[in-house]
């Protein structure tokens, strides 16, 4: 089982970027491929970037495609978040996730606490 533990969110303007971080802990991380997922007020959570197991392979959701690049360590257990020219319509609570599936992103295994990314315009 792997824990998750995300961090390095904020609160910035529009146009700024932010670096988020997720740390894993359990051994079977590099076993997986990791995503990144957000949910904003009101709305479902939703898909915004995933990456491979081994690397270098990457998916994103249309909406941060260009703006957004997701890497993973896997010597550090850790996945990250490179998120630039960053609008309004980000701001949301991110989550990562092992992903069990990356043809539905279906994910596996429990959430962590999220953190929150906030942009004013």
């Known amino acids: 089982q792997v824990q998750l533990v995300e961090s390095g969110g904020g609160l910035v303007q529009a146009g700024d970027s932010l670096r988020l971080s997720c740390a894993a802990s359990?051994?079977?991380?590099?076993?997986?491929?990791m995503g990144w997922f957000r949910q904003a007020p009101g709305k479902e959570r939703e898909f915004v970037a995933a990456i491979h197991w081994s690397g270098p392979k990457t998916y994103y959701a249309d909406s941060v495609k260009g703006r957004f690049t997701i890497s993973r360590d896997n010597v550090k257990n850790t996945v990250y978040l490179q998120m630039n020219s960053l609008k309004s319509e980000d701001t949301a609570v991110y989550y990562c996730?092992?992903?069990?599936?990356?043809?539905?992103?279906?994910?596996?295994?429990?959430w962590g606490q999220g953190t929150q990314v906030t942009v004013s315009s």
């Open positions: 996730a092992a992903v069990q599936n990356l043809a539905t992103m279906r994910t596996v295994g429990s």
């Open positions: 359990g051994r079977t991380f590099s076993s997986y491929a």
